[in-house]
């Protein structure tokens, strides 16, 4: 990444900022289900990694402009932890409730954002569907090594679903990466079903590994 702001920036920022969007419809859901329980926790991981970029601050406004790369990758780290960290507090004190408010959270946001996204797809395929959903899914820094593609036609696109670059994050967290892997696969679902509904997500095993599938209904 260069040492000037650009489109990839910017791009980069606007899906770090869809992470503190999603802990807030997590919150959201939560309180429904927990009430006060929801709260205290958001709080915690509040006071581990401080409080979200307010979504009104402009980047070139806040970055570190000598050390455009390090500022990202920092604001990429803090906000992925925290809302991992929220989701295992979430899921170990509110069990079944905790996993339903961050279940219904995920796929809310992944609605809203195939939605938008619709005006931008470029085909009517599946690589075009899976394209476009990298301007909502944060998958690592953009020099972050990309997904594995196994299988890509107009009707397909498949690729293993092993969260390489989010993994670390989950790890540091302590969240049960079960529940962090289903929570993106609730995203992904919701998604493809909104930007493309004549297309649906799907996962099933290579072995131990999930593959990720994008087909045309």
Not at 2 to 9: D, E, K, N, R
Not at 14 to 23: G, H
Not at 134 to 150: E, L
Request: aromatic content about 10%; proline content about 4%; glycine content about 6%.
């Amino acid at each position: 990444m260069s040492a000037v702001l650009g489109h990839i920036h910017f791009w980069l920022y606007k899906k770090i900022q869809l992470i503190a969007e999603r802990e807030q419809l997590i919150k959201k859901e939560a309180h429904t289900r927990l009430d006060d329980l929801a709260d205290e926790l958001y709080a915690t991981a509040i006071d581990l990694y401080g409080k979200p970029i307010p979504p009104d601050r402009q980047l070139d406004r806040i970055i570190d402009h000598n050390n455009i790369h390090g500022w990202l990758h920092n604001q990429l780290q803090t906000s992925s932890v925290r809302e991992a960290t929220f989701i295992k507090d979430l899921t170990d004190c509110g069990g079944d409730d905790g996993i339903d408010a961050v279940l219904e959270a995920f796929i809310k946001q992944g609605a809203m954002c195939g939605t938008e996204a619709k005006e931008k797809l470029t085909a009517q395929t599946a690589p075009a569907i899976y394209t476009v959903m990298q301007d909502y899914y944060v998958n690592g820094m953009p020099c972050d090594p990309s997904d594995t593609v196994i299988e890509q036609t107009d009707t397909t696109f498949s690729w293993y679903g092993n969260h390489q670059n989010q993994i670390s994050y989950w790890k540091t967290a302590g969240v049960n990466p079960i529940i962090m892997a289903a929570a993106f696969q609730a995203w992904f679902s919701a998604f493809v079903s909104h930007v493309a509904p004549d297309f649906a997500f799907s996962v099933n095993l290579d072995g131990d590994i999930p593959v990720y599938t994008i087909a045309k209904s």
